[in-house]
């Protein structure tokens, strides 16, 4: 009894001096706000959540669905959360009007961006020529919306050929079934499905124009990060990068287990159309000739410069950024270990 008390008493002082971590003292928190809503594309933030990637980096990382690039941005730019996913190009502009508080992308998920209009054959619009003189519906904020001008001149249109008309992001597809719009614009995966699967229009009947098939090298989403927070929290970024590629090479080996993970996170979602979803993006935004060579989360500079040139013609932007203020590979894993599987 005497020997149990004083074993018992001597891992209690052991306890007292030596260092006893815990789950919850080891994890640094980080806040993170994704570009849109829960969805197949989302795949490789919520899988890397789901399989305790960031968790074993240490990182206590709360996933918040978005409402669209440009808002994520400015919470981002505020400090309302510490890094966020969203449309690079948008990042650029905003960086150019908001110089005190630049912004920077640290991991590149669409190597290709999703813009996109979509009509339906019923209307009559055949080829980019037929747009104009219509009125195309998007929300103010919309990516594809914003580099409208890049893509008219492309296709020969006078940038005000075409009318532009503020709609809710969920009201675009309704609103071309019914008529009251003849076009809309958004990310390919995203307004396709919409149509095909929520609103059962034939495949055959939409027609789309996709930006990246008209002269428009852009790059797509990125993982962004307040330049001053950066600086303060290297190592938390580095980290969370690590997390990420192995949750983005997760999914791309098995986008069917990703579905499994969106649909446990959210669990409204069609897990069929989201499969859909993620390999569209998976094909035609994610995984192409470059990121086979240069690996996950990178990019190209003489793409990205040539990419800044149209985005400052686009929005008629004062400043140029070099390709170090948008663009910083500094924190990503090594480049064998982002070679997609």
Same mark, same amino acid.
């Given at each position: 009894? /005497?020997?149990?008390?004083?074993?018992?008493?001597?891992?209690?002082?052991?306890?007292?001096?030596?260092?006893?971590?815990?789950?919850?003292?080891?994890?640094?928190?980080?806040?993170?706000?994704?570009?849109?809503?829960?969805?197949?594309?989302?795949?490789?933030?919520?899988?890397? $959540?789901?399989?305790?990637?960031?968790?074993?980096?240490?990182?206590?990382?709360?996933?918040?669905?978005?409402?669209?690039? +440009?808002?994520?941005?400015?919470?981002?730019?505020?400090?309302? #959360?510490?890094?966020?996913?969203?449309?690079?190009?948008?990042?650029?502009? #905003?960086?150019? $009007?908001? &110089?005190?508080?630049?912004?920077?992308? /640290?991991?590149?998920?669409?190597?290709?961006?999703? !813009?996109?209009?979509?009509?339906?054959?019923?209307?009559?619009?055949?080829?980019?020529?037929?747009? $104009?003189?219509?009125?195309?519906?998007?929300?103010?904020?919309?990516?594809?919306?914003?580099?409208? &001008?890049?893509?008219?001149?492309?296709?020969?249109? &006078?940038?005000?050929?075409?009318?532009?008309?503020?709609?809710?992001?969920?009201?675009?597809?309704?609103?071309?079934?019914?008529?009251?719009?003849?076009?809309?614009?958004?990310?390919? !995966?995203?307004?396709?499905?919409?149509?095909?699967?929520?609103?059962?229009?034939?495949?055959? %009947?939409?027609?789309?124009?996709? #930006?990246?098939? #008209?002269?428009?090298?852009?790059?797509?989403?990125?993982?962004?990060?307040?330049? %001053?927070?950066?600086?303060?929290? @290297?190592?938390?970024?580095?980290?969370?990068?690590?997390?990420?590629?192995?949750?983005?090479?997760?999914?791309?080996?098995? &986008?069917?287990?990703?579905?499994?993970?969106?649909?446990?996170? @959210?669990?409204?979602?069609?897990?069929?159309?989201?499969?859909?979803?993620?390999?569209?993006?998976?094909?035609?935004?994610?995984?192409?000739? @470059?990121?086979?060579?240069?690996?996950?989360?990178?990019?190209?500079?003489?793409?990205? +410069?040539?990419?800044?040139?149209?985005?400052?013609?686009?929005?008629?932007?004062?400043?140029?950024?070099?390709?170090?203020?948008?663009?910083?590979?500094?924190?990503?894993?090594?480049?064998?270990?982002?070679?997609? @599987?």
């Amino acid at each position: 009894m /005497v020997t149990t008390r004083f074993g018992l008493a001597l891992v209690l002082l052991l306890a007292t001096l030596l260092p006893w971590p815990t789950d919850a003292a080891a994890q640094t928190k980080v806040r993170f706000a994704l570009d849109w809503q829960i969805q197949g594309p989302q795949a490789p933030f919520i899988t890397a $959540k789901a399989l305790g990637a960031f968790t074993a980096q240490g990182l206590d990382v709360t996933i918040d669905r978005g409402t669209g690039s +440009q808002k994520t941005i400015e919470q981002v730019a505020t400090g309302t #959360y510490d890094l966020g996913y969203g449309d690079i190009n948008s990042m650029i502009e #905003y960086n150019a $009007k908001n &110089p005190q508080i630049p912004l920077i992308a /640290v991991g590149i998920i669409l190597n290709s961006p999703p !813009f996109s209009l979509l009509t339906l054959r019923r209307y009559g619009i055949r080829e980019p020529k037929d747009l $104009k003189g219509t009125t195309i519906g998007a929300p103010a904020g919309d990516a594809p919306r914003r580099l409208w &001008p890049i893509f008219a001149k492309n296709v020969g249109l &006078p940038a005000d050929s075409v009318t532009w008309t503020n709609m809710a992001p969920p009201l675009r597809e309704p609103a071309l079934v019914k008529g009251d719009v003849k076009v809309i614009s958004g990310f390919y !995966f995203t307004g396709f499905l919409n149509l095909t699967e929520n609103l059962k229009i034939p495949e055959a %009947d939409v027609v789309a124009f996709k #930006y990246s098939e #008209y002269g428009i090298d852009l790059y797509g989403n990125a993982v962004m990060v307040r330049v %001053d927070w950066l600086k303060a929290n @290297e190592d938390t970024v580095r980290r969370f990068l690590a997390a990420l590629n192995t949750g983005f090479k997760a999914a791309l080996k098995d &986008p069917k287990a990703a579905i499994t993970h969106i649909k446990a996170a @959210e669990p409204l979602s069609n897990e069929a159309t989201e499969l859909k979803r993620l390999q569209l993006a998976i094909s035609a935004n994610m995984i192409n000739d @470059e990121v086979r060579r240069n690996g996950l989360l990178a990019i190209d500079p003489a793409r990205m +410069q040539r990419a800044i040139d149209q985005v400052v013609v686009s929005f008629e932007l004062g400043t140029k950024p070099t390709v170090a203020q948008v663009f910083t590979g500094a924190y990503l894993p090594a480049a064998p270990d982002r070679k997609p @599987e």
